[in-house]
């Protein structure tokens, strides 16, 4: 068996991305590739999942196993990967349009079973694919394709949601600092449980070029004094309107679901199936 360490070249497919010159795909692209090189995972031990968009372009992009699947639903089905093949690392990559408006519904669920897989939701607050309309994060007033006199509404939080939804590691980077991301995206891979990464991924066809400049004059690093163990406090800098803080806001340490499964298996095993009686009238509270 070679011993060769795997080069972040190693993980690039034949297909060139397909993607507007300066989109902020690429930045997570590179990142994602540095990340698996540095964590030495063989090719064969990686599967990416996606739904529909731009995002969702990245499993026909890395020489892993994937599925660029239908929109909405890479979450149910990055779960039946990991739970029918555990020792897979399990990537998804998603927009969000894709993970917070027809595939929101599979997110608190997923988060809260503490799935052991890692979400890289690339957010540029538009529809890109489908050119140009208001998605869930697009900011209160913007003109879009569908909000010619402005959008009425106010964008979502995605930290804010994944604290809420109880995933174990959240984040939040930027796909122009690659080493930044790169490192946050290790750290995801590493955790055991639920990871969400809000990537902010600028679309300069429908957002323009200038959503890289106010993205990075916006970005800063979080400060020492956060604790990632704290809650309240990742809470506070996700809320911040003044900033958009990257690094770490939480991680905790949980059963998976594949935990939580296996203990169930085991106590099928112990009782042969059925249920003691005060375990029974526990259940319904009798
Ligand atoms: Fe990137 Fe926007 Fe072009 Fe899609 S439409 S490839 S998100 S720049
Ligand atoms: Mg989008």
Redesign the pocket.
């Known amino acids: 068996m070679s011993t060769t360490p795997i080069r972040w070249q190693d993980y690039k497919s034949p297909l060139n991305p397909i993607?507007?010159p300066g989109?902020?795909?690429f930045g997570v692209l590179n990142a994602t590739y540095q990340a698996l090189a540095a964590l030495g995972i063989p090719q064969h031990e990686i599967c990416f999942i996606s739904g529909i968009g731009?995002s969702s372009r990245i499993p026909g992009y890395t020489k892993t196993y994937g599925f660029n699947s239908i929109h909405g639903r890479a979450l149910p089905i990055a779960s039946g990967v990991k739970l029918a093949n555990p020792k897979q690392t399990v990537i998804v990559a998603t927009g969000d349009g894709d993970c917070l408006a027809i595939g929101a519904g599979h997110l608190p669920h997923t988060a809260k079973r503490n799935v052991d897989i890692t979400v890289l939701m690339m957010d540029?607050g538009i529809y890109?694919?489908t050119k140009g309309q208001t998605s869930p994060t697009s900011p209160h007033e913007m003109k879009t394709k569908s909000a010619y006199f402005g959008n009425q509404e106010l964008p979502e939080n995605p930290l804010a949601l994944a604290l809420a939804y109880q995933a174990t590691f959240v984040g939040r980077s930027f796909s122009a600092n690659i080493p930044h991301l790169a490192d946050l995206i290790t750290k995801a891979v590493r955790h055991k449980g639920f990871s969400f990464l809000q990537i902010l991924s600028p679309?300069?066809?429908?957002r323009g070029r200038d959503q890289f400049v106010i993205l990075r004059d916006l970005c800063q690093p979080l400060p020492d004094t956060h604790s990632p163990d704290d809650r309240m406090s990742a809470y506070k800098y996700a809320e911040d309107p003044s900033k958009l803080w990257i690094g770490l806001f939480y991680e905790a340490q949980a059963p998976t679901l594949e935990d939580k499964l296996n203990h169930v298996m085991d106590v099928a095993q112990q009782t042969k199936g059925r249920m003691e009686k005060d375990a029974l009238l526990k259940r319904f509270q009798i």
Do not use: A, F, R
């Open positions: 993607w507007c989109c902020g795909h731009c540029n890109g694919l679309c300069v066809t429908y």
